[in-house]
């Protein structure tokens, strides 16, 4: 299922009431559907929920936006969901709605000539876009869903977009990317969390694991080894670095990192499997092409 955000999550989000909230959904601006005995929200949810709030802070009434979508359904069957598919500027007075190139009043029916939208110009405010934050903390909530993966992706691409200087967005539209079987374009994304921090252990990580999985053994090295030279308690890097190395024969050095990593989390999910390479290879292997 899609649909993951609680009613807590919504209020916490946008910021609003649970009067407001109550209002709008007895208009049927939003309509949460129910699972068990609680009601949830979908991530477009969520957009339509932010539109009305900036609508109504323009001081337009919601029985006038719940009007007003009535109309847009009756005039343009082929929008679902208008709230989120659909530009909405105000005046403070009227509803305007900006489709394919053109200005539609929807309570009148009419379409705004050339001349008309200049005129109001001045007066027209558009609804401002979602700030980078606001995506991020939507890219947050949707990606722990498995089912709404693909929409955090696109919430991260916004905000890197309008914030490309923000490093934690990158690091986790790569994980997201990766996670998706899209290696490239998440080592595109950490290449540029890179730029922003070269020394960002994390990203270094995340780069190796990668590349490594892309078959770019010596690159992947390299960010490894950076990794943990920046953060020599980085017990993950640690075991990719090892398993780099013995790709690449270097078994000696392998073997360091098996050790270092078992240090460090002696108990964690991959130390048997680390103890198994230390066994296999033995204690006196040292052989190493440099």
Do not use: C
Request: proline share 5%; aromatic share 8%; hydrophobic share 40%.
């Amino acid at each position: 299922m899609t649909e993951h955000f609680t009613r807590r999550d919504v209020l916490r989000i946008l910021e609003i009431s649970e009067r407001q909230l109550a209002y709008w959904e007895r208009l049927r601006l939003v309509e949460p559907q129910k699972v068990w005995r609680s009601r949830v929200y979908r991530f477009r949810d969520l957009i339509s929920l932010r539109t009305i709030k900036q609508l109504t802070e323009h001081r337009i009434p919601a029985s006038r936006l719940r009007r007003a979508l009535d109309a847009l359904q009756r005039q343009l069957a082929e929008i679902e969901a208008p709230l989120t598919e659909l530009r909405i500027v105000s005046d403070g007075r009227r509803i305007v709605v900006e489709h394919e190139g053109a200005r539609l009043e929807p309570l009148s029916g009419q379409l705004l000539l050339n001349f008309e939208t200049r005129a109001l110009g001045h007066k027209l405010r558009q609804i401002p876009e979602r700030t980078p934050e606001e995506w991020f903390t939507l890219a947050l909530n949707a990606e722990a869903d498995p089912a709404t993966r693909g929409e955090a992706i696109e919430a991260y691409r916004h905000v890197v977009e309008l914030r490309p200087d923000w490093l934690e967005p990158h690091i986790n539209l790569g994980t997201l990317l990766y996670e998706q079987g899209e290696a490239e374009a998440a080592a595109g994304s950490y290449r540029r969390a890179l730029q922003l921090d070269p020394a960002s252990p994390l990203a270094h990580f995340n780069l190796g694991s990668v590349l490594d999985e892309l078959g770019q053994t010596h690159h992947a090295r390299q960010h490894l080894e950076r990794a943990v030279e920046l953060n020599p308690d980085y017990a993950d890097a640690h075991y990719n670095l090892a398993l780099v190395l013995e790709k690449l024969g270097t078994r000696a050095r392998a073997r360091r990192h098996w050790l270092r990593y078992l240090t460090l989390d002696p108990y964690g999910p991959w130390a048997d499997y680390a103890r198994q390479h230390l066994t296999t290879f033995g204690r006196n292997n040292t052989a190493e092409k440099r």
